[in-house]
């Protein structure tokens, strides 16, 4: 059995998008409440929070400053996008997660990571928070990796939404594949499959779109057949997934038809892939009851 770190702060919670918004700490509470099955097989592990030095691996000063004023100021970044007071600490923690989870498996503590975080991070580009995301926690993630000996980064993103951030952050950069699946005509409207990367990056992005209504046979196709011939092309020295739950057929923001026996087999597809450390960061998932269902399955999977 795989030693796996589970790793979550209360201070996620404190992350207050405002009454009615999706991305709520009840996502958060739902996904602890139904993991407390699991916890005497997992090891916990306590996120410390990042450095501006370490989040300016990928953001701008300017765009860090932002985010800071805007929790103190508890006001919007945009429509979507909400800051409370506890925002930017809870943001540096999410981003800190990850890094954790870096320093775990390089020491050999344990061998895959699943990071329960809110905010996500795979919209907010180098320069600019967006749909719901305040820092890239997935991006830094793998800029740190590198710095720690995983010189070569391959990011799986299975959110039903287009990872814009995470892509814009690697789309010259022949380190980091990014590989994204994603509802076509969907928020935020960009990941086009003939978008591969530039200069040195091109061929070290590969997106694939499933149309409005697809389901599991749609999606496992893609992680069955496309992704296994990416990993073999790139060979990573570590994986790291942005796992957004979102796909799921129950998902109020979507219009995916993915069960969570799919997503169960999507994330067995990815853990059979070689045998590379894998770390998994919480995107999106806005079905609260659903969520925390999907994520047993996919830590359930972990363990094998």
């Known amino acids: 059995m795989k030693k796996i770190a589970w790793i979550t702060d209360d201070i996620y919670l404190e992350h207050d998008t405002g009454a009615g918004h999706p991305e709520s ?3 958060l ?37 932002n985010v800071r004023q805007k929790s103190m100021d508890e006001s919007f970044i945009d429509g979507d996008t909400i800051c409370s007071y506890d925002s930017y600490d809870a943001a540096l923690k999410a981003v800190g997660a990850g890094l954790v989870a ?42 740190y990796a590198q710095n720690h000996g995983y010189k070569k980064v391959m990011i799986i993103d299975f959110d039903v939404h287009h990872g814009n951030g995470t892509q814009d952050a690697f789309f010259d950069d022949d ?9 076509a005509f969907a928020y935020p409207g960009t990941g086009a499959e003939s978008h591969k990367g530039i200069g ?5 992005t590969a997106n694939y779109l499933m149309m409005p209504e697809s ?8 992680y069955q057949e496309d992704l296994p011939k990416h990993y073999e092309f790139f060979k990573p020295d570590i994986v790291l997934v942005s796992a ?13 038809n993915v069960t969570t026996d799919g997503i169960r087999e999507v994330v067995r597809s990815i853990l059979d892939l070689g045998d590379t450390p894998v770390v998994f960061m919480l995107e999106g998932g806005y079905s609260v009851y659903d969520l925390g269902w999907n994520v047993v399955a996919t830590v359930e999977e972990m363990f094998v």
């Open 25 to 27: 700490a009840e996502r």
């Open 29 to 65: 509470r739902s996904i602890n409440l139904k993991v407390e099955q699991l916890k005497d097989r997992l090891i916990e592990v306590t996120p410390r929070s990042a450095t501006v030095d370490e989040v300016e691996m990928v953001h701008t000063h300017e765009m860090i400053a």
């Open 102 to 143: 870096i320093d775990g498996i390089k020491a050999e503590q344990f061998e895959r990571a699943f990071c329960a975080v809110r905010p996500p991070g795979h919209h907010a580009t180098p320069t600019q928070s967006m749909g719901f995301c305040l820092f890239n926690n997935i991006a830094i993630t793998a800029r």
């Open 175 to 183: 380190t980091v594949f990014y590989f994204s699946s994603h509802q």
């Open 200 to 204: 040195a990056g091109e061929g070290y």
């Open 215 to 222: 389901s599991d046979a749609e999606i496992l196709e893609i």
């Open 244 to 256: 957004g739950y979102d796909l799921h057929e129950s998902d109020p923001l979507a219009q995916l």
